[in-house]
T-cell receptor, first 114, second 113 residues
Framework: EAQVTQNPRYLITVTGKKLTVTCSQN?????MSWYRQDPGLGLRQIYY???????DKGDVPEGYKVSRKEKRNFPLILESPSPNQTSLYFC?????????????FGEGSRLTVL | AQSVTQLDSQVPVFEEAPVELRCNYS??????LFWYVQYPNQGLQLLLK??????LVESINGFEAEFNKSQTSFHLRKPSVHISDTAEYFC???????????FGSGTKLNVKP
């Protein structure tokens, strides 16, 4: 089954404790991206990657890092989480950046930073 | 950067009634337009999209949206809603390279029996 898989789905952590949210897709997609969803703000793009070793900032990259060492994986790293990073995070992929633009989303990872 | 406005945060409607969810975007440059739907505790799914050609686009479950360049709008409509249409709907815009996507704040459609 074609899918985008995120882990963990739920996480409660404390300020400053480094964490990684993994994202993996099995569709051989070149393009991947991360979003955060907050009430009243919709989805905001954090980072995106057009291909292996190619990443770029979205609208809200502060406090986040990403890497794209393999085509299928695109982890989101919070080096020192803070309470304002409490949010619902979505990973998405697309066949390539010049395709039809359809994004395939994971089921989301709900992060709480205390 | 683009700005996408969905003025209605919630839209209550009775089953079989028509509905319109509004979306306006800011830029006048060439854009690609999308509507995504999010059911509870799930990720977003593409509902329909406008890339080029006919300004009226349709989905397989009866929704349609019309691209209006002069009004920079892409409103979503359905002539008769079902209970199963209850979900949150997001309008999204991408510019000419599909790298960056800008989403509206979402509209929760609540269909009542």
């Amino acid at each position: 089954e074609a899918q985008v898989t995120q882990n963990p789905r739920y996480l409660i952590t404390v300020t400053g404790k480094k964490l990684t949210v993994t994202c993996s897709q099995n569709m051989n997609h070149e393009y991947m991206s991360w979003y955060r969803q907050d009430p009243g703000l919709g989805l905001r793009q954090i980072y995106y990657s057009m291909n292996v070793e190619v990443t770029d900032k979205g609208d809200v990259p502060e406090g986040y890092k990403v890497s794209r060492k393999e085509k299928r994986n695109f982890p989101l790293i919070l080096e020192s989480p803070s309470p304002n990073q409490t949010s619902l995070y979505f990973c998405a992929s697309s066949r390539d950046s010049m395709n039809t633009g359809e994004l395939f989303f994971g089921e989301g990872s709900r992060l709480t930073v205390l | 950067a683009q700005s996408v406005t969905q003025l209605d945060s919630q839209v209550p409607v009775f089953e079989e009634a028509p509905v319109e969810l509004r979306c306006n975007y800011s830029s006048s440059v060439s854009v690609y337009l999308f509507w995504y739907v999010q059911y509870p505790n799930q990720g977003l799914q593409l509902l329909l999209k406008y890339l080029s050609g006919s300004t009226l686009v349709e989905s397989i479950n009866g929704f349609e949206a019309e691209f209006n360049k002069s009004q920079t709008s892409f409103h979503l409509r359905k002539p008769s809603v079902h209970i199963s249409d209850t979900a949150e709907y997001f309008c999204a815009v991408s510019e000419n390279n599909f790298n960056k996507f800008y989403f509206g704040s979402g509209t929760k459609l609540n269909v009542k029996p």
